[in-house]
């Protein structure tokens, strides 16, 4: 059934009465009649009828004068033109003044319930397409609205700024008079405004809702979203906050699945329905509220993380200065004291030597067997003893960085032909063989030669005190690109892996019931181990117990020399 209403405009009232009356009610339209043209000007102004039918000849004015008139006052009605034959340069005038058609009288009533339909279809066809437009051009509003409040929550750490534009944008997305967001204090459980829109500044601060027995306490505790509108019969809806609203949607603002407040939008003076449209707009600012709720939070802990970070930061290196500083005091106080042993011990050692060496001329002193043979033994003690502190006296030198190294083009042959010459005594004296593995070509090095021969030599040592009679000391040489690699390698008890690390201290002696009564302070591999390191090299071990050990000198073939020897290594 048709519900669209029709303006008949004519001064012959036959005519208006069959058609008001009889044909067009029959097609199912409702019917508005004026015989003259001031007549129809009001009913358009008051009715906005759906369709006209013009006469064009009229006491007063013209179906002409009257299309001019609407369209100066900016109405459109769409308009079916009656007019006699003869009057074609009135038809144009018409049509240019927004005429759909034209019909000459007398009018046929096919033709004309055709052209009503057929215009009628196309305002209802035009009318749907405008309003599609419109929720199209509302649709576009609302995504670059959203996309604007995502880029925020992305762009800016300012969580109160972003909070305030998820209001604003609630209230004007919904066409809202008022709203705010409310976050929970889990402590005291009330619910405290951090943003409003539209909503007195004082009040909003001082504002705290409890959610207990409420239409927010109950979105709270269901992560449910809530929307009400007042009926005709209703009183206003009273919130809890004590206004008065005739509609509202609550929605909950939740991140990791716990709600961490309420998004709200109301109308207190007008009663216009909340759609699941605006509902869901609304959810969807409250997962924007939650994104910069938990953004803001994972800042806070970041900058805290970092401010503690470089707090402990500061602190470490005041301590690395400190065990600098203490490092620095320890070996000064370390070559003092070995200097000081050194010459303290000295003079009187020199002292003791010299009398017993008169006391072992048998031109000055006659001895028996035994006597001889007491200070023989105290003679041979005295050596070591001298042996000893002058190795004290020669560490305390490379711990207190007191010797530096003068580095030339030197023949690798020539520092390890040194070295063996240094330690053939050593091996022939404990029958142990020594295997000169070496390549017949090696490599001329920037080295300190006597440095580094001592170096190789005390890696001797240290393999000839730990093996046994008639077992092999190996020296051998690999040479490559970038590198040579010295090695030493010795078949005694070998060095436990727990107490390897502990090797390249000075003054350490790996297993005390091995060392019985051997030679030494310990000196010898801290000493290589400084000498090494100060070659730009590196100075390695791999041992088993059981399987002996092999020391292992690594050198670059060119690299830039220090010539300074390491600090010492606690």
Not at 377 to 400: D, E, P
């Amino acid at each position: 059934m048709s519900t669209e209403t029709i303006l008949i405009v004519d001064d012959d009232l036959q005519t208006l009465e069959f058609l008001a009356k009889h044909f067009l009610p029959r097609l199912g339209y409702k019917t508005l009649t004026a015989s003259n043209g001031q007549t129809a000007l009001e009913i358009v102004r008051e009715h906005r009828p759906d369709l006209m039918l013009l006469d064009l000849q009229m006491p007063d004015i013209t179906g002409l004068d009257v299309l001019r008139q609407l369209h100066d006052e900016g109405h459109s009605v769409p308009t079916i033109f009656l007019t006699a034959y003869g009057s074609e340069r009135i038809v144009v005038e018409a049509l240019r003044l927004g005429v759909k058609d034209y019909l000459t009288k007398p009018v046929d009533l096919d033709i004309l319930k055709e052209s009503i339909t057929r215009i009628l279809e196309a305002a209802q066809l035009r009318r749907e397409k405008e309003k599609l437009a419109v929720r199209l051009e509302r649709q576009v509003t609302r995504l670059t609205v959203l996309a604007k409040i995502g880029q925020s929550v992305i762009s800016t750490l300012e969580l109160d700024q972003v909070l305030r534009q998820i209001v604003e944008a609630s209230v004007y997305l919904t066409q809202a008079e008022e709203g705010f967001l409310a976050l929970l204090d889990e402590q005291s459980g009330q619910l405290y405004l951090r943003a409003a829109k539209n909503i007195d500044q004082d009040e909003s601060q001082t504002l705290r809702l409890k959610i207990t027995d409420s239409l927010l306490g109950n979105v709270i505790r269901t992560g449910q979203a809530f929307r009400m509108t007042q009926s005709d019969q209703d009183s206003p809806l009273k919130l809890s906050t004590g206004f008065l609203v005739k509609s509202l949607v609550h929605v909950p603002i939740i991140s990791k699945g716990k709600t961490l407040g309420v998004l709200s939008v109301d109308n207190r003076l007008k009663k216009r329905f909340f759609s699941k449209t605006d509902e869901t707009l609304l959810i969807s600012l409250a997962g924007y509220a939650a994104v910069a709720i938990e953004n803001a939070r994972l800042y806070d802990e970041a900058t805290n993380r970092a401010a503690e970070a470089t707090s402990f930061a500061r602190e470490l290196k005041i301590v690395n200065r400190q065990e600098s500083q203490l490092r620095e005091s320890l070996n000064r106080l370390r070559f003092t004291f070995l200097n000081a042993i050194g010459h303290e011990l000295e003079t009187p050692l020199t002292i003791m030597l010299h009398t017993l060496e008169t006391m072992s001329d048998p031109q000055r002193v006659t001895l028996d067997p035994q006597q001889e043979e007491m200070v023989e033994t105290l003679r041979q003690q005295s050596l070591r003893l001298r042996r000893m502190i002058g190795s004290l006296v020669t560490f305390a030198g490379f711990t207190a960085k007191q010797d530096d190294l003068k580095f030339h083009p030197t023949p690798l042959n020539a520092v390890l032909d040194d070295a063996l010459q240094l330690t053939l005594f050593k091996t022939q004296r404990k029958d142990i063989q020594l295997k000169d593995q070496r390549p017949d070509d090696l490599p001329t090095l920037v080295v300190d030669g006597e440095r580094l021969s001592e170096a190789v030599v005390n890696l001797l040592d240290n393999a000839i005190r730990v093996s046994p009679s008639d077992a092999p000391v190996i020296l051998s040489v690999q040479v490559y690109a970038d590198k040579v690699e010295i090695s030493v390698q010795d078949f005694g008890p070998g060095i436990p892996e727990k107490e390897q690390a502990h090797i390249w201290d000075g003054f350490i002696q790996i297993n005390r019931s091995l060392q019985r009564g051997l030679e030494g302070l310990g000196l010898g591999l801290a000493m290589a181990r400084y000498i090494v390191e100060a070659h730009c090299g590196t100075l390695s071990l791999h041992s088993a117990p059981g399987q002996g050990s092999t020391f292992t000198i690594t050198l670059p073939r060119q690299q830039k020399m220090t010539g300074v020897l390491p600090p010492l290594s606690e």
